[in-house]
Each structure stands twice: as structure tokens, then as C-alpha cells.
């Protein structure tokens, strides 16, 4: 049955078997990948498996678990997920006498029927995998964008960081249709990335997908092996003992050990990267036993800046002692579980919206901010304070 079919598909909708043939059971195709850009031969269950009548129906596929990657809320039902992955007008080949018909007309008892779903082209099959990755190439072809042509790694770099603050800001509102387009734009930069690399045939984007999921497996035991951890904590500390083992197995060429702080990015702010550093120190036991040392360690840390203060050090010293006290207030919010990073932004958010209503008061009353004393501007902050008590 399957070879008839086959026959068919070439003869009646141009089937190049030189492209590959995917060949899915309609029951299952929620819970099967799917590359939009190659040729599919969707086939009913029986037909596979005993080539007996074709079902009349495709009550089984709900019962399929739906991909992980594509098991949102639209990708339940069979019809929706070939809804997203070709475009609504792409024909449906249907076998025998029945007429063909397109994505968008497609019922779901048609799934009780075998068709064909020809191939698209790379750079069109965007819900697949691979397109982004099709895209790029083509951008860095000879006859492709004058703009990517001209790209490096390093001319890149800055708008890696700014994609990735975007990311960071869409954070804030959760899960939005505009995090998935942020995130998009992120996973561009990653893309471009690798295209140079393949280019320069040092690796490429199957090299930095095998790297990643190599290593998670690799560093959770507890799922994917005999380990055990039952809380976070037990989480944390297994991590940082499987990245000392590796460490340990990637010494440099000059022989000297890594050690555990090594690998934080140079590049990472700095209220992220005490973060964590200290997190990382604490995973294998350098750390407080509770809050109440630390926050003892912000009273010692901010009586030292005072002595500093009244001693008229220089600018070297008080640089110092405040660097301290950030450190210190910097494991406080690690304690609590709070991210320092998040907390500061947060904060600088907090004065810009204040600063604003004192503003907007200073200039209801005719009065510049130049031309107020420090108790005049004190007044309208405390103001725009109670302001915000009121209104939240």
C-alpha cells in the first residue's frame, strides 16, 4: 500500500524522493517532528501497519502527547499543528479520486485519509527548525543582503547584548505574544553566529544544539540517570560538582586549574556577576549560615565607609568600602532569593516615576527644580510619595 502510494505522489504531485520522504501516521503527527521542507506522505495507522482500510476517523491523535516545542494551546489537535507549519493556501494532495484540497479547507476527517504535502521551499517552512538557519545562509550568499555580508562576530556583539536586555524587559510582563517576537529576535543573533562559524568551518548550528542538550543531560543525573536530588539545594550543589569535574577535565594549556569563579563573563554587570560569583561559592559550602551574619556584615561594612568618610580618605578608599558594602548588600538579596540585577532595575524605576511626578509638581506650581533648595525638593518628593501610597 505504502509503494502505491508513493507511485502515485510522484506521478500526480511531483514527488522527488531525492529530497527524502517523511512518512507520518496522521494519529500521531501532534507528537511527531515535522520539517515543513521536505516532502510528508501522511498515512492513517492501519495503512502502515496492515495495510488494511483507511480509519474514518482521527480519534486516536488525541491521545498522542503534542511535541515539546510546539505543545502550546495550539498544538492540540492535528489540523492546527499543519496550520502552523504551512501556509494556509499549501495543497493537500489527496490520493484516488478525491480532489485535493489546501491547509485552511482541510477537515480533520480527513485525517482518515492518506495525503501528501508537498515540500517548501527552506526560507518558507518558518515553523520548522532549520529556517532560520536556511535564512542566514542565504542573507551571507554572494547575491544576498550587502548589510549581513558585511557582519563579524565582533561587529555583532552589541546587538547580541541589546537583544538580550529586550529579552530581559519583555520579562517583566510574562508570557507575551511580544516575548515570543523578542526572543525570536535573540535566537537571530545566536543563528548569525553560528553561520559565520560554519563559514569559517570552525563549527555550526547543529554543533551548538548538540552542545547544549550534551550538557544538561549531562548535568542532570537526577533525570536522566541513577542520581538522586530531591531539593533545589541538592540540585545546586550537584551542579557545581559536575562543572568542578569538568573544570577539571578542561584544564588550559598552561596547566593551571580552573577554578570555581572561572568562566563568569567578563561582560556581565556587575551586580550580576557578585551574584554570581557567590552563588557559586556557596554552592560548595563557602556561605553564611543564615541572614543574620550577613546583615550584621552591612552594619560593620557601612560603619567602615562612615570611619572613611570622617577621615577624609581618598577617593581610592571610599571606592573600596563601597564596593564592600555592594558585595555585601549584593549576598543579602542572594539570601532572600531576591536578583540584585532585578532589584536595581527596579529601583532605578521606581525614583525615574517618582522624579517624574516631582517634576510635574514643580512645574503645576511655576516652580523650576534649579531654583529649589534641597527642603523645597525634599517636600515634593515626600509628596509624590504619598501620591503613589494612594494610588496603589
Known amino acids: 500500500m505504502l509503494d502505491a502510494l508513493v507511485t502515485e505522489a510522484r506521478l500526480r504531485f511531483g514527488l522527488d524522493l531525492a529530497a527524502g520522504l517523511q512518512v507520518i501516521a496522521s494519529e500521531w503527527l501532534i507528537a511527531t517532528p515535522l520539517e515543513p521542507s521536505r516532502p510528508a506522505l501522511v498515512v492513517p495507522l492501519a495503512l502502515l501497519l496492515a495495510g488494511g482500510p483507511a480509519r474514518t476517523d482521527a480519534s486516536d491523535a488525541s491521545e498522542a502527547t503534542p511535541l515539546p516545542g510546539r505543545h502550546g494551546p495550539l498544538g492540540r489537535r492535528a489540523k492546527d499543528v499543519l496550520g502552523r507549519a504551512y501556509p494556509a493556501d499549501h495543497p493537500v494532495g489527496r490520493f ?37 538557519a536556511a535564512i542566514s545562509d542565504r542573507l551571507r550568499a554572494p547575491d544576498g543582503c550587502p548589510w549581513d555580508r558585511e557582519q563579524t562576530h565582533e561587529s555583532l556583539r552589541n546587538h547580541l547584548l541589546e537583544e538580550a536586555y529586550e529579552v530581559y524587559d519583555a520579562l517583566e510582563a510574562g508570557a507575551t ?30 554543533d551548538v544544539q548538540a552542545a547544549i542538550a550534551s550538557k544538561i543531560v549531562r548535568r542532570h543525573p537526577h533525570v536522566f540517570g541513577e542520581a538522586e536530588a530531591r531539593t533545589a539545594s541538592d540540585v545546586n550543589r550537584q551542579w557545581e560538582r559536575i562543572k568542578a569535574a569538568e573544570r577539571e577535565e578542561a584544564e588550559p594549556a598552561s596547566g593551571a586549574p580552573i577554578g570555581a569563579l572561572d568562566g563568569i563573563s567578563r561582560s556581565l554587570p556587575a551586580l550580576a556577576a557578585s551574584q554570581e560569583m557567590q552563588e557559586r561559592a556557596a554552592n560548595i559550602g563557602y556561605d ?12 560593620e561594612e557601612t560603619e567602615e565607609l562612615r570611619e572613611a568618610a570622617e577621615e577624609g580618605a581618598p577617593t581610592g578608599a571610599w571606592a ?43 512645574a503645576a506650581r511655576g516652580v523650576a527644580l534649579r531654583d529649589l533648595d534641597f527642603e523645597g525638593l525634599d517636600e515634593l518628593w515626600d509628596a509624590a510619595k504619598a501620591e503613589e501610597r494612594i494610588t496603589t
Open 96 to 132: 484516488g479520486t478525491t480532489p485535493s484540497t489546501t491547509i485552511a479547507d482541510l477537515r480533520d476527517d480527513d485525517l482518515g485519509a492518506p495525503f501528501y504535502l508537498a515540500p517548501l521551499e527552506p526560507e518558507a517552512a518558518v515553523a520548522g527548525p532549520w529556517a532560520m
Open 177 to 206: 505574544p511580544e516575548l515570543a517576537g523578542e526572543l525570536g529576535d535573540l535566537w537571530l543573533q545566536i543563528v548569525l553566529h553560528a553561520q559565520l562559524a560554519a563559514e569559517e568551518g570552525v563549527f555550526d548550528l547543529t
Open 288 to 299: 553564611w549560615p543564615s541572614i543574620e551574619g550577613v546583615l550584621d556584615k552591612v552594619i
Open 320 to 362: 573600596e568600602e563601597l564596593g564592600d558594602l555592594l558585595f555585601v548588600l549584593v549576598n543579602v538579596t542572594r539570601k532572600r532569593g531576591v536578583d540584585a540585577e532585578a532589584a536595581m532595575r527596579s529601583a532605578n524605576a521606581k525614583f525615574k516615576r517618582r522624579f517624574g511626578r516631582v517634576e510635574a509638581m514643580a
